[in-house]
């Protein structure tokens, strides 16, 4: 009987040892997993952001451009309205002389 309880105690530590390595090896693979799933959810945020950025870019050159237009069509109406206030001013001295 003694020898089995040595046999036992020396049972008990492989036993707890191979349950350790199964735990360890579980957390393991889990981890890798996890580590891949966090992987693509970064690759697919990235991603996400990239796409929005070259929107963006897209909208602001686009805006840029109808800025530019805008602008230029600003100056065309101060030209315009400067070039009739000339005349409307030209025109009431005429009338006053």
Known sequence: MK?????????LPSAARKRSSRKIDSAKHESFHLFSFSMKKY????????RRRRKLYRRL???G???????????QGVRAAA???????KKAMTDLR
């Not at 020898?3 to 049972?11: E, I, P």
């Not at 451009?65 to 100056?75: G, I, Y």
């Not at 070039?83 to 001013?89: I, L, N, R, Y």
């Open 83 to 89: 070039k009739q206030m000339d005349h409307a001013v």
């Open 43 to 50: 690759q697919e945020i990235l991603q996400d952001l990239e």
């Open 61 to 63: 050159k686009q805006f």
């Open 65 to 75: 451009a109808r800025s530019n237009l805008a602008w230029s069509d600003v100056k």
């Open 3 to 11: 020898r089995h309880a040595a046999h036992t105690k020396h049972s």
